[in-house]
């Protein structure tokens, strides 16, 4: 079989290396031209942190990689499968992505435990108690066993990020997306999801952080995008990217945060 069929997306070559391919992908939010020309490939174990000045599209980009928004032009394929209006291409991939928000995004109503059982109990079908299982183990890894029973409103923000990705996990992603998954923290909260942000990299999780934090860009990034005005203006390797950066703009950006 060869590749092109292998992945069921003619036209296309992609390696098997290959998790995520954008190809010349543009998107407009009605006559405003938000993602111009993105070409961006992420490999398995690749860690890529984004940055860039607000309104820049960083958002907007990784939202297109689980279809939270849709691209107009270009190709998006992810491990394999490519987005398209197909539902079960959708699906299928949304089973694979996991995403972590600024603002956590946990059901108020419902506890930890039952927060982080939620989709496998409802998406993947499992028993109740495997569920609860698979729950425990994910808020364990995020060392915040002990918080299972209580409800997202008693705990800080820095403990409910934490809950925010080991819900996410509970789904056993392929590729996790951070959409500054740190900036509504107060300053002391931070160091406590980056540190799980960490563990994640080290067991090779495939991950894509918009984030300004460029201390965990410069020890967990293996590659560092800037975008501006809706383009990857440029991207490297951390100590290229900070000590080198080529672009006006991109030096500009990092004169004002570090
Ligand atoms: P960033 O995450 O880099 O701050 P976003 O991707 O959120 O940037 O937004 C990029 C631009 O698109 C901004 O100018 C924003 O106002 C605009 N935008 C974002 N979402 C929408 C939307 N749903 N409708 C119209 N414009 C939007
Ligand atoms: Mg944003």
């Not at 036209?11 to 407009?28: A, F, L, N, P, T």
Request: proline share 5%; charged share 25%.
């Amino acid at each position: 079989m060869n590749q092109e069929t292998a992945h069921g997306t003619p036209g296309m070559m992609i390696s098997d290396e290959v998790m995520i391919e954008m190809r010349q992908v543009h998107k407009w939010y009605g006559q405003f031209h938000v993602l111009k020309d993105i070409n961006l490939t992420v490999n398995k174990g690749e860690r890529i942190v984004i940055c860039g000045p607000s309104g820049s599209g960083k958002s907007t980009l990784i939202r297109c990689i689980n279809r939270l928004e849709e691209h107009q032009t270009g190709q998006i394929v992810v491990d394999g499968v490519e987005l398209t209006g197909d539902i079960k291409h959708i699906e299928k991939i949304r089973r694979e992505v996991g995403m972590v928000f600024q603002q956590f995004n946990l059901f108020p109503h419902l506890t930890v435990l039952e927060n982080c059982a939620l989709a496998p109990l409802w998406v993947r079908k499992m028993p109740r108690r495997d569920a609860e299982h698979i729950a425990m183990q994910y808020l364990e890894r995020v060392k915040i066993p002990e918080q299972a029973l209580k409800y997202p409103g008693q705990l800080s923000g820095g403990q409910q990020q934490r809950v925010a990705i080991a819900r996410s996990l509970c789904m056993n992603p392929k590729i996790m997306l951070f959409d500054e998954p740190t900036s509504a923290l107060d300053p002391e909260m931070i160091k406590e999801v980056l540190d799980v942000m960490i563990e994640l990299a080290e067991s090779g999780m495939t991950m894509i952080c918009v984030t300004h934090e460029m201390g965990f860009a410069k020890t967990v990034a293996n590659r560092v995008i800037f975008m501006d005005g809706g383009e990857i203006i440029e991207q490297n390797a951390p100590e290229e990217f900070f000590n080198n950066p080529q672009s006006d703009r991109t030096k500009l950006f990092l004169s004002q945060i570090l």
